[in-house]
Structures are given as C-alpha cells and as structure tokens.
C-alpha cells in the first residue's frame, strides 16, 4: 500500500491538542484528481484511522470528486438523499428553503454555497442560501449580536436522509469560492458561557470517538445498549419545531408535524439506528447521532453480571416522550462539542476535505452577507448497508 504524506491538521488556539492529536490530517503530494487505486486505498485506511482529511490546493473535477466517494461505496451511485439530476429545495427548514442544485453530467455531486452562480459546471444560473441559525434556532441571535461578530452552531448532524437510506460513508467538501471576512465567535448560549472563536463560514467538526470517550461511565453505559428510532420524513416533520442554541436538538413544544400529515410514509424505510457505530477499522466506537430527527429510543436492559449501581435504566426502556428523548440525547451530546473538541476548519479556495461521515459530526457556522458568493461541491453517496453497532464484547465492556 502506498505511505502517503501526512501531517497534523491546523488546530486552533481553543484545542486540546492531547485529545485531538489522532483527529484530522493533511495529505499533501498526490494529485486528487488522478488518485490511483492504491491510493485511494491508503486514503481509505488514513480515513478511518484520523476521521477527517485535507488536501489543499487541488483541482477537482465533480467526476474525480465522485470516483472518490464512490471508491468507500462502490456498490452504490444514489447520492446520500437520493436526489439525481433535479433542482431541490432542503427539507430542513419549509419556511426559509436554501437550495441546492445537482450538476447535470454528475448528479452525486451538489452545488451548495451562497449567491448567485452563472454558467457553473453545466448549470445556467442558481441562487443558493447558506444556512443561518437565524431561520432554525428558537432563540436567535439579533442584529446587532451578529453585527458584534457572534455567531451559533447551525444543526450538528452527520450526513444522511434517514428514512429510506443509509448514512454515507463519506462526504467530500471541496471548496472552489471561498468569501474571507472577520474571524466569528459562536456563543453556545445554554448557561455555559462557553465560546468558540471560528473562521467566517467554517464548518466545525467534533470526533464521534471523542463524544463518546469523554462521557461518563453511566452516559456511555446507555449509549452502548441503546437504538434511536428516526422519524418518517425526518426533515420535513422537524421543520415547523426550532433547534436549542447549541444546534443539538430540538425545543419540545410540539410543533412537529403530525406522522398522518406527512406524506406517505412507509414502516420498512424508517430508520433504527444504534447510538455508537463501529469504525471497521479501528473498531472504536463513535457516537453519531442527528438529535433533532430522533423520535424513539430503544435502551436494553443489562447484561447479566452487570454492576447496577449508578446505572440509568437498568432494566432498558422505551422512550417515546420527545421530551425525555432530548434532555438523554443533549447529555450525551453535550459534552463532545465542548470549544476545546471541536475543530472549526478554516476554508481556503481549492480545499477539498473528506470526513468520515459515520465517525464524525459537523456543523454549518455563522452567515455571509447578500453580496458574499460562495461555491462548494459535496458529494456522498447513500451505503447498501447500515452502520455496524457495538458488539457483545463493547456491551460486556462499557455496560
């Protein structure tokens, strides 16, 4: 297999660079858009073994940007939602769409960003919308606090539709116009008053490994014997609620959409999913989890043997309470998108950064200006199979 070059990531100021010092590499020295296959090989292994990759300076067509994707699913060419060769609005949000748009001769590969674009790739003319907390939090920020430079996580989430696909296994973010403006500062804004300093537009990402590393023996003790259960349509029936300031879950106020109001919906395609996925490579546990789609949680009862002291739900549970669901889903949360794991990645044009989609969470950050144009391409692709769970030994261990 070939060495590849790599080197450590640039972490900001606000990281623990203990915890994070396996999190992210830069791979410098290949040309992305001829890889071979043993280099796409070794991409895979550093992929697994580091959660997240950076080339800088590339050229990328949208076909080599897809043959890369495609190499972690070869059995596979539906993108991640499904969509092929259409104009889409995102689901995430009714009343404020921000679109996005395939490109015609790769339709995996989406334009997203923010602005007008003109004769792109086959594309005529798009006018795209970044996504702002503004339009998805119960508690925005005002004017004037954006105007002081503050900004909020947007909706951390790992990619994936699901209700009727798998979670990808990867996502590729390639960065072609990138604004540049005053460095942000996001507020968490939930009694902590923890803040993170982060660069105009960044995308933050936090190591599942680590989210479920840091918790408590009681908190991973659920985590590992518990299933989320997504709900239908998960992005349509969350759009009238509004996200808590941390961009973790939902405020239960019961604005969701009512399951016999959604579109038809169908049993076999809603998604049960274990809380921790297994990296097939490390055999590490991560904990991925979109909090804001989840409708039920299934936690089993105890291995035999097992010490119950201190222990939450011992004897398992059924949570179907979406307020009980949220308040167990932001405690274990929580504590991985503390400033000091999170990594804020700072987007020169011409990136291109590939992340482990089921070992890592991310978010959008912060908002661009209506003058600000900004174009990336993302591609991933939907998986044949679902993310592996913890096993029998993980139970034995972390029960």
Known sequence: MVALELHPIPLPPSADVQKLARFGREVRGLNAEHLKDEELQAIEKALYEHGLLLFRNVSLSPAAQYRIVKHFDPGTECYGHGMRRSDRKSECNRKTLFSVKNIPAVPQVLVIGHGTIVEHEGVSEVTLQHPSHRSFHRHPLTD????????????????????????????????????????QIVRYDDGSDEILPVPLG??????????????????????????????????????????????????????????????????????????LWKNPLTRNLHLQLAGTAVAEIFINALPEGAERSGCLYPDGAHLTDLKEIRQLLYKLQRPGIKPSLVYPHDWHGKDLVLFHNCGVNHTVVGSFKEDQVRVFHQSNLASPEPPAGPDDEDVKRWA
């Open 144 to 183: 004037e606090e954006e105007d002081a430079g503050y900004t909020r996580f947007y909706h951390w989430h790992m990619d994936a539709a699901l209700y009727g696909f798998n979670p990808p296994k990867v996502t590729a973010l390639y960065g072609i116009k990138v604004p540049t403006g005053p460095k």
């Open 202 to 275: 960044t995308t933050a990402f936090t190591s599942g490994h680590l989210m479920f590393d840091v918790l408590p023996s009681e908190l991973k003790s659920v985590a590992v014997r518990s299933r989320v259960k997504y709900a239908p349509h998960p992005f349509l029936w969350m759009s009238p609620a509004r996200v808590h300031s941390t961009g973790l879950v939902l405020e239960s106020e019961g604005l969701e959409v009512p399951h016999d109001e959604l579109p038809h919906w169908d049993e076999s395609k809603l998604k049960i999913l274990p809380m």
